[in-house]
C-alpha cells in the first residue's frame, strides 16, 4: 500500500496535471481561433467550446470522482480528444509556416498528463488511439501535407513515455521519502518511548519518595508508638498517589485542579492566583502537581509560616507555577545536592518534562519556588520536509535527465544526421550535441552523488546558451526553426535541469531567454522555415512542457511542506498511543509489586487493622521503605550501582539504631537490575529485623558475585531461585548468616 507521501503525491499531481492541461489547451485554442483564419470559424467555435467546457468537466469529475468514475472517465475523454482530431478539416488551417495548431497542442498536453490519470496500459492504447484518429483527421483536411508530418507520430509517443517516465521516477521518490521517514519516525518513535518510559519511572519513584516512603519510613524509624487520627488520612492519601499514577497514562488533566487538591492536604493558608482551569497534558499536570506538594511540604516543614501563595501563568510557549512565602528562608548554597527533597523532587521532576525549577530565597526573607513546564510540542517536520524535499527533487531530476538523454539520442541525433543539407558548417551541431549530453551527464552524476551543483550552475548555464547559439548559426537560414533546428528547443531540457530547484519566475525568465536568443538570431538571418509567430506557436507545447517541470517542481516543495506537517501531526499521535500503552503496562507492573508489599501495610494503616507501635508492623514498615530507598537510589544511575544501593539500604538500618560495618572485596561486572533486586533483597529483609550490630559484605570472584549479611535477625522469607541468584541462610551462634549469590554464565 502506498505510504503517506506517495498517496498525497498521486492525488496532488492528479489536480496539478488536470489543471495544467485544462489552462494550457483553453489558452491555445482560444488564442488559435483569434489568430487563424480557420476554414469553419462556427464550426471551429462550437468544436473549442464544447471541447474546453468537457476539459473543465472532466477534470473536477475525475479530482472529486470514486474509484468507478475514475476507471470509465479516461476512456470517454480518450474517445472526445480522437472526435476533436476528426474536425480538423473545419478547425486548422494548413500553414507550413504557421507551426503547430491548437488539436496538436491537445494531442500533446493530453497523453504528457495523462500517465497522471491512467495505468501504462490504458496510456499506451490511449496514445496510439488520439496518433491515429490526429493522423486520419490531418489527412482528410491537408492530404499529402505538412499537417501529417510523419515525425508527429513518433514525437507524440515519445512524450508520453518520457512523461510516463517522470511519473514513475516522483512517485518513486516520493515512496523512497515515504521509507526514509517510516524509519525516522520509528527511531524517533521509540526514543521518545524510552525517555517517557525513564521519566515516569523517575516521577513514580519521586512520588514513592514523597508518600508511601516517607511515611513508612517514619513508622519503621519508631516515631509513632500509636495510632495517630492523622495517620490514617494520610495512608489512604499514600495509596490513592500510587494508584493516581496511572492517570498520567492518559489525555489531559486540569492543572488548577490538581493543584487544588495538593494544597487542601496541606496544613496551610494558601492564596491563590490562577484561571479558573487550564489542560495540560497529564503527565506535565502530574508532574507539575508533585512539585508543588513538595514545595508545600518543605514550607510545612522548614518556613515557620502557616500560609504560602500560589500563582499560575501561562502563555502559548510555556506554563509557570510560583509558590512563595514570608517564612524565615534560608541559603540556598548551604543546601547539599545530596538532598533528595531539592534536587529530585524539584530540580529533577521539572528536567524531566523539559522545564525547570527555581528556588529563591534568602534568611529571614522568605522563599519563592518558581516551576516552568513548556507547552509547545517540539516540531519533527523539518528533518522530514527536508527529506521529502530531497526525494522528490532527486526523483524529478532523474527523470529529466532519463527525458533529456532520450530526445538526444533517441531524436535529435538521428534528425542531426539526417538533416546534413541543413547546415551551413556541420561540426558546430555535433560540438552541441555532445556539449549538451555532458552537461545532462554533469548533472546526473551530481544527482547520484546527491549533491547541489552549486558554484557549477552560472558556468554551465553560460556553456547551454553558447552552444545552442553556436548551434543557430550554423543553420542555413531557410532551415531556421524549422525539424532540421532541433537545439531550438530541445536545448532549453538543459536548462531545464539546471534551474528546476529553483524559483519558477526565474526558472521561466532563463527559460524565455534562450528561446528570445534564438528567435532573435532567426529574425537576423531573415528567411526561415516558420516565421516567428509560427515558431512560438510550434515551440508552445514544448515550452508548456518544459515549463510545467518548474510547476511540479514547486508543487513538490509547497506538498513537501504540507505532507511534513501532516505526517507529523499523524506521528505525534501514533507516537503518544503508544508512549501511554508503555506508561500503562510500566504503571500496572509497578502496581501489581507493590499490591503483595506496600499497599497491604497502607491498607492496613488506613483501616487502623495495623498498629504502628507493634513491633512486626514497625519492622514490616522499615523493610518496605528500604526496599523502595533501594528503588529510588537504583534510579540515579552511578556508575557502582549495586554499591550505592546496598548503601541506601545502610542508611535505613542505621536510622533504626543498627550499626552496620560494609566491607566490598572483588572487582564487579556490571549487573542488571533484576539481578540487583534478587542480590540485595534478603539484605533488606534481614536489616529489617537486626538489632545491635550487622556485618555486610559484598564479594566477587569477576563470574560470581555475593551479598551476605551477618546481624541478629529474623530469618527472611525464603525467595526462589531465578535471574542466576541463589539464597542461603544458616544459623551459628545466636546470628543468622543470609547470603544471595549471582553465578554468571559460564
Known sequence: ?????????????????????????????????????????????????????????????????????????PIIDVAAVCAVCLTQSWTVVSDPRGGSTWVLIVVNLVVVTYPWQVGWPLLAGATGAIVTAYFVGATLADPGGWLADPAIGPWTAAQAALSWGLYRFV?????????????????????????ARRRDEREYLAALHDT???????????????????????????????????????????????????????????????????????????????GVREALNNVVRHAGTGQAAIRVDHDAEQVTVEIADQGVGFDPAQIGTHRYGVTRSLVQRMIQIGGQARIDSRPGHGTTVTLTCPRAVPDVSDSDQRVIASSFQRGLRWAVVVM??????????????????????????????????????????????????????????????????????????????????????????????????????????????????TFGQAILAGEAALSVAGAVSASWAVLAFQLSIAMIAAVLRAMATSSAQALGVAERVRTAEAVARHLHADRAGRLSV???????????????????????????CAAEAARMRRLIAEDTGTAD?????????????????????????????????????????????????????????????????????????????????????????????????????WQGER
Not at 544526421?417 to 548533472?443: D, K
Not at 559484598?698 to 529474623?714: L, P
Not at 539464597?727 to 544471595?740: F, P
Open 404 to 517: 533529456s538523454l532520450a530526445i538526444l539520442l533517441l531524436l535529435d541525433l538521428p534528425r542531426l544526421l539526417a538533416s546534413r543539407e541543413a547546415y551551413a558548417v556541420l561540426w558546430p551541431q555535433f560540438v552541441t550535441w555532445s556539449g549538451l549530453v555532458a552537461v545532462t551527464l554533469v548533472v546526473a552524476v551530481a544527482t547520484w552523488r546527491d549533491r547541489p551543483l552549486g558554484r557549477w550552475r552560472p558556468p554551465l548555464l553560460v556553456l547551454v546558451f553558447g552552444l545552442s547559439a553556436l548551434a543557430t548559426w550554423s543553420m542555413r537560414p531557410e532551415y531556421l526553426l524549422g525539424p532540421a533546428h532541433w537545439s531550438e528547443g530541445d536545448a532549453g531540457w538543459q536548462i531545464v535541469l539546471l534551474m528546476m530547484d529553483g524559483r519558477v519566475i526565474v526558472f521561466a525568465a532563463v527559460l524565455a531567454a534562450q528561446y528570445l536568443m
Open 212 to 290: 508511601a516512603a516517607a511515611t513508612l519510613l517514619m513508622i519503621g524509624n519508631g516515631v509513632l508508638a500509636r495510632n495517630e487520627p492523622w495517620l490514617a488520612e494520610q495512608a489512604r492519601r499514600d495509596l490513592r498517589e500510587l494508584q493516581r499514577s496511572e492517570e498520567a497514562a492518559q489525555g489531559e488533566a486540569d492543572l488548577v485542579a490538581l493543584l487544588r487538591d495538593v494544597a487542601g492536604n496541606a496544613a496551610l493558608h494558601v492564596t491563590w492566583q490562577t484561571p479558573d482551569r487550564l489542560p495540560l497534558p497529564a503527565v506535565d499536570a502530574v508532574s507539575l502537581s508533585r
Open 641 to 741: 550501582s549495586l554499591s550505592h544501593e546496598l548503601r541506601a539500604c545502610i542508611e535505613m538500618a542505621e536510622r533504626n539504631g543498627v550499626t552496620v560495618s560494609f566491607a566490598e572485596r572483588g572487582t564487579r561486572p556490571e549487573l542488571s537490575p533484576p539481578v540487583r533486586r534478587r542480590l540485595i533483597e534478603p539484605a533488606i529483609a534481614a536489616l529489617a529485623t537486626a538489632h545491635g550490630k550487622a556485618r555486610l559484605t559484598v564479594a566477587s570472584t569477576g563470574e560470581t558475585v555475593t551479598v551476605s549479611v551477618v546481624a541478629a535477625c529474623q530469618p527472611p522469607p525464603p525467595m526462589p531461585d531465578g535471574d542466576g541468584v541463589r539464597q542461603s541462610t544458616v544459623v551459628s551462634g545466636g546470628r543468622l548468616w543470609v547470603q544471595a549469590a
Open 171 to 195: 512517485r518513486r521518490g516520493a515512496r523512497a521519502a515515504d521509507r526514509a521517514i517510516e524509519r525516522a519516525a520509528e527511531l524517533r518513535r521509540a526514543a521518545v518511548i524510552a525517555a
Open 594 to 620: 507493590l499490591s503483595t508489599t506496600a499497599v497491604p501495610l497502607l491498607a492496613g494503616l488506613a483501616s487502623g487493622e495495623l498498629d504502628p507501635g507493634d513491633e512486626s508492623v514497625r519492622r514490616s
Open 1 to 73: 500500500m502506498p505510504g503517506a507521501v506517495e498517496q498525497r503525491l498521486v492525488r496532488q499531481g492528479l489536480v496539478y496535471a488536470l489543471g495544467l492541461r485544462t489552462v494550457v489547451i483553453g489558452l491555445s485554442s482560444v488564442v488559435y481561433l483569434v489568430l487563424a483564419a480557420v476554414p469553419d470559424r462556427a464550426v471551429a467555435v462550437a468544436v473549442v467550446v464544447a471541447f474546453n467546457a468537457w476539459s473543465l468537466g472532466y477534470a473536477v469529475v475525475l479530482v472529486r470522482g470514486s474509484g468507478v468514475t475514475r476507471r470509465w472517465l
